[in-house]
């Protein structure tokens, strides 16, 4: 019976071979699209084993050993907004521990480099960046260290008393292999939390698929009605149910293994690609995009099952009975319980305003949850609705081609909304997607402050309420900063023994700095002083502000002599520039190796890791974008042809009649712009709706409406897709020709 079956699938010509290709390739792009997903989230994993060697330094590490301890002293250090992760190390003897991606400890002097790191220190003039390190390069980092082809990291061999005098140093004898039970800000290999990308990496699978799935069962059921008579025929001469079922699931599993098969190989030629795509902020290596057996075993197994079983499902109405097929009657209408899914979707969301999860945990289940129930239920809601429409507007239309559209909308909504299911799905996903990402960058992505503030570089102790200070900044310092092209002002901001200026209700360590109004007005980007004063208090925080500059705001006098300020050690360096990128790191650069246990910040390197995380999401909103809206138009015209090739007997009845053709596209555009339209309506508002309750229950963001790309590229996407119906139009003359009328 399964030798039978393989030759009928594959016996009705180009039609039925043509119909195998595409039931294939749907499967191909859905299993291809899954098994990315999964081998992205598996390149997470490893990206954030690759970085556990960075807590090596944490506080609550306890792991020991019976090895010679190893200095260590790790820090952050950036360049254009960049962060490089820098380790400085001093071995105590011959078994120190050597941390993953070396062959041996770098000599005081030498260091070690990550591949895009020296790259950056070849192309870049040295005293912009290369001039911070010591000594000479003795080789390039492993991949065994990196999280990625692009991060940016060093190893820098130092003595023991160099590395023992930093701040934070501390000595170790293991190397750490995961992420520490408590950080007290000396993480710098958390990675990217499993967790919380899971979410995001599950709901873009969600959001992939789902429009995929519609695809494939779009697919399958290209020429249904013409298999569904050859199955009736088959039970009207003796085949039993049984026989049927072997019939129907022997050709959709062919097409699902071929299309299975063919998914495993586009998921490998999507490799670059995926590992291209910087979901983490950064890109994948190639070789962490693998699958699990467990993965691969349930995939290649699962899809032509599932197949299998949805052509079972298919049939039901044939294995009845002989007659299924040729006694057709008027499906049950569908009830209003189908708007339930879609209710309790948008409820689930809207019960955590103001009731967020406590755990990370919590919020991934309730989100995706409510997500998916939400786009599952605009799918079950879908044909409900269509029918609704269709009988509002049969009410209020006498137009021929009007009325025979709605009316057999109303009599078989599911049909009609199947041909629109995976763009509703679409833009909704495309709503809710680009008003959370929008918001976010409203609400955050100011981050690189105002243009004046943009030109500065502070360098200071990591902790700018740190009682660290340099006892004396020399002048030869001052004078090579001054001879940088583009320098414009430099001032110091000096201790605050006497903690004037400070609030009684604030501790000591809160006090302002004491600048020289001299060197103030270098800088007027910080404030200035009242008229005849020498000196100032200056808060701390105002040399790190990300807000306005402060041309306009004076700054109390302090009554000090500016002789006794001079001599005071100095907490902060505050150096202002043209605003060239080359100007700033040349200055770091002399800030670093003059004093290379203070950090030179600038204000973008606060933002550094946010905008990364923002990259990260717009990065992944593209390719959502990208993703479901050509799949959808896909699935858009195979239905519409599908339905066409299901109803040409009845077409070419109705034009043996004297129907005219331009009535019967007219019928043909109608039924699948009504619920397009219709349905898109409702997803579009869902999608707002959903991203604000989302929005405010996990940031407290209001939403904000997106720009004019969101509403061009959705009036485009429907447009396009009532393109893809007219263009579908022209087939009917070809199918509807005398000779389709006849029987048998």
Same mark, same amino acid.
């Given at each position: 019976?399964?030798?039978?079956?393989?030759?009928?699938a594959?016996?009705?010509?180009?039609?039925?071979?043509?119909?195998?290709?595409?039931?294939?390739?749907?499967v191909a792009?859905?299993?291809?699209?899954l098994?990315?997903?999964?081998?992205?989230?598996?390149?997470?994993?490893k990206?954030?084993?690759?970085?556990?060697?960075m807590?090596?330094?944490?506080?609550?590490?306890?792991?020991?050993?019976?090895?010679?301890?190893?200095w260590?002293?790790a820090?952050?250090?950036?360049?254009?907004?960049?962060?490089?992760?820098?380790?400085d190390?001093?071995?105590?003897?011959?078994?120190?521990p050597?941390?993953?991606?070396?062959?041996?400890?770098p000599?005081?002097?030498?260091?070690?480099a990550?591949?895009?790191?020296?790259?950056?220190?070849?192309d870049?003039?040295?005293?912009?960046?290369?001039?911070r390190?010591?000594?000479?390069?003795?080789g390039?980092?492993?991949?065994?260290?990196?999280?990625?082809?692009d991060?940016?990291?060093?190893?820098v061999?130092r003595?023991?008393?160099?590395?023992?005098?930093?701040?934070?140093?501390t000595?170790?004898?293991t190397?750490?292999?995961g992420?520490?039970?408590?950080?007290?800000?000396?993480?710098?290999?958390?990675?990217?939390?499993?967790?919380?990308?899971?979410?995001?990496?599950?709901?873009?699978?969600?959001?992939?698929?789902?429009p995929?799935?519609?695809?494939?069962g779009?697919?399958?059921?290209?020429?249904?009605?013409?298999?569904?008579?050859?199955f009736?025929?088959?039970?009207?001469?003796?085949?039993?149910?049984?026989q049927?079922?072997?019939v129907?699931?022997?050709?959709?599993?062919?097409?699902?293994?071929?299309?299975?098969?063919?998914?495993?190989?586009l998921?490998?030629?999507?490799?670059p690609?995926?590992?291209?795509v910087?979901?983490?902020?950064d890109?994948?290596?190639?070789?962490?995009?693998?699958l699990?057996?467990p993965?691969?075993?349930?995939?290649?197994?699962?899809v032509?099952?599932?197949?299998?079983?949805?052509?079972?499902?298919?049939?039901?109405?044939?294995?009845?009975?002989p007659?299924?097929?040729?006694?057709?009657?008027?499906p049950?209408?569908?009830?209003?319980?189908?708007?339930v899914?879609l209710?309790?979707?948008?409820?689930?969301?809207?019960?955590?305003?103001?009731?967020?999860?406590?755990?990370?945990?919590?919020?991934?289940?309730a989100?995706?949850?409510?997500?998916l129930l939400v786009?599952?239920?605009?799918?079950?809601?879908?044909?409900?609705?269509?029918m609704?429409?269709a009988?509002?507007?049969?009410r209020?239309?006498?137009?021929? $081609?009007a009325?025979i559209?709605?009316? /057999?909308?109303?009599? +078989? !909504?599911k %049909?009609?909304? *199947?041909?629109?299911? @995976? &763009?509703?799905?679409?833009l909704?996903?495309?709503?809710?997607?680009?008003?959370?990402?929008?918001t976010?960058?409203?609400?955050?992505?100011?981050?690189?402050?105002?243009?004046?503030?943009? $030109?500065?570089?502070?360098?200071t102790? /990591?902790?700018?309420? +740190? !009682?660290? %200070?340099?006892? *004396?900044?020399?002048d @030869? &310092?001052?004078?090579?900063?001054?001879?940088?092209p583009?320098?414009?002002?430099?001032?110091?901001?000096?201790?605050?023994?006497?903690g004037?200026?400070?609030?009684?209700?604030?501790?000591?360590?809160?006090?302002p700095?004491?600048?020289?109004?001299?060197?103030?007005?270098?800088?007027?980007?910080?404030?200035?002083?009242?008229?005849?004063a020498?000196?100032?208090?200056?808060?701390?925080f105002?040399?790190v502000?990300l807000?306005?500059?402060?041309e306009e705001?004076?700054w109390?006098?302090?009554?000090?002599?500016?002789?006794?300020?001079?001599g005071?050690?100095?907490?902060?360096?505050y150096a202002?520039t043209?605003?060239?990128?080359?100007?700033?790191e040349?200055l770091?650069?002399?800030?670093t190796?003059?004093?290379?246990?203070?950090?030179?910040?600038?204000?973008?390197?606060?933002?550094?890791?946010f905008?990364?995380e923002?990259a990260?999401?717009?990065q992944l909103?593209?390719v959502?974008?990208?993703?479901?809206?050509?799949?959808?138009?896909?699935?858009?015209?195979?239905?519409?042809?599908?339905?066409?090739?299901?109803?040409?007997?009845?077409?070419?009845?109705?034009?043996?009649?004297g129907?005219?053709?331009?009535?019967?596209?007219?019928?043909?555009?109608l039924e699948?712009?009504?619920?397009?339209?219709?349905v898109?309506g409702?997803?579009?508002?869902?999608?707002?709706?959903?991203?604000?309750?989302f929005?405010?229950?996990?940031m407290?963001?209001?939403?904000?409406?997106?720009?004019?790309?969101?509403?061009?590229?959705t009036?485009?996407?429907?447009?396009?897709?009532?393109?893809?119906?007219?263009?579908?139009?022209?087939?009917?003359?070809?199918?509807?020709?005398?000779?389709?009328?006849?029987?048998?």
């Open positions: 019976m399964i030798l039978f079956s393989l030759r009928l594959v016996s009705g010509g180009r039609e039925a071979v043509a119909r195998l290709v595409m039931i294939a390739a749907a792009i859905g299993v291809g699209l098994l990315s997903t999964l081998a992205g989230v598996n390149a997470i994993g990206a954030n084993e690759r970085q556990h060697w807590n090596t330094g944490t506080k609550s590490r306890t792991d020991t050993a019976p090895v010679d301890p190893l260590w002293y820090h952050d250090d950036y360049y254009q907004g960049r962060r490089i992760f820098e380790v190390v001093a071995a105590t003897g011959p078994t120190s050597v941390p993953p991606g070396l062959d041996r400890l000599a005081p002097g030498e260091y070690y990550s591949p895009a790191l020296a790259k950056l220190l070849r870049v003039p040295g005293v912009q960046l290369a001039d390190l010591p000594g000479r390069s003795a390039v980092l492993g991949d065994a260290a990196l999280p990625s082809p991060t940016l990291t060093v190893i061999g003595t023991a008393e160099e590395v023992a005098a930093a701040p934070r140093a000595r170790v004898t190397i750490a292999t992420v520490p039970a408590e950080c007290d800000s000396d993480c710098y290999g958390e990675g990217v939390r499993g967790d919380a990308m899971t979410l995001i990496l599950s709901t873009v699978a969600g959001a992939l698929i789902f995929v799935l519609i695809f494939i779009t697919a399958t059921r290209l020429s249904a009605a013409t298999r569904e008579q050859r009736a025929a088959m039970r009207l001469v003796g085949a039993t149910p049984g049927i079922s072997v129907s699931a022997v050709e959709s599993t062919v097409a699902s293994v071929i299309g299975t098969a063919a998914g495993f190989g998921s490998y030629a999507l490799r690609l995926v590992a291209a910087p979901f983490t902020g890109r994948f290596f190639a070789g962490d995009l693998g699990g057996v993965q691969a075993l349930g995939v290649a197994l699962g032509p099952v599932a197949a299998a079983l949805a052509a079972r499902l298919a049939l039901r109405r044939v294995t009845i009975s007659l299924g097929v040729s006694r057709r009657v008027t049950k209408p569908p009830r209003a319980w189908r708007l899914p209710a309790l979707g948008l409820a689930e969301l809207g019960v955590f305003v103001g009731h967020r999860p406590a755990t990370t945990d919590g919020q991934t289940a989100y995706l949850t409510g997500f786009m599952l239920g605009l799918v079950v809601a879908g044909p409900w609705l269509t609704a429409a009988r509002a507007v049969a209020r239309t006498s137009r021929p $081609a009325l559209a709605v009316r /057999r909308l109303a009599d +078989d !909504p %049909a009609g909304f *199947r041909s629109v299911a @995976g &763009l509703v799905l679409a909704f996903v495309t709503t809710a997607t680009v008003c959370i990402i929008g976010i960058n409203d609400n955050r992505g100011a981050l690189s402050g105002d243009p004046k503030t943009r $030109a500065s570089v502070v360098h102790s /990591r902790d700018i309420l +740190d !009682p660290q %200070a340099i006892e *004396r900044v020399s @030869g &310092l001052l004078a090579d900063a001054r001879a940088v583009g320098f414009r002002g430099l001032a110091l901001a000096h201790t605050n023994p006497t004037v200026g400070r609030d009684p209700s604030d501790p000591p360590r809160f006090a700095a004491l600048v020289l109004c001299s060197e103030l007005a270098q800088v007027p980007v910080l404030g200035h002083c009242a008229p005849g020498s000196v100032a208090a200056v808060p701390v105002q040399f502000s807000h306005a500059a402060a705001q004076e109390p006098a302090v009554p000090v002599p500016a002789e006794e300020v001079a005071l050690p100095v907490k902060m360096i202002t043209d605003g060239s990128s080359a100007a700033m040349q770091r650069t002399l800030f190796r003059a004093y290379p246990t203070y950090q030179a910040r600038m204000v973008q390197d606060w933002g550094t890791a905008q990364k923002l990260g999401w717009r909103a593209d959502v974008l990208l993703t479901t809206l050509p799949i959808a138009g896909c699935s858009l015209a195979v239905s519409v042809v599908a339905g066409l090739s299901d109803r040409r007997r009845p077409f070419a009845m109705l034009r043996l009649t129907a005219p053709l331009g009535l019967l596209q007219r019928v043909i555009g699948s712009a009504l619920p397009l339209l219709l898109s409702v997803a579009i508002g869902t999608g707002f709706a959903a991203a604000a309750m929005l405010k229950s996990q407290e963001y209001d939403l904000v409406s997106p720009g004019a790309v969101y509403y061009g590229l009036a485009f996407g429907l447009l396009a897709s009532l393109g893809i119906i007219a263009s579908t139009l022209p087939l009917l003359k070809r199918i509807t020709g005398p000779e389709a009328a006849r029987n048998g």
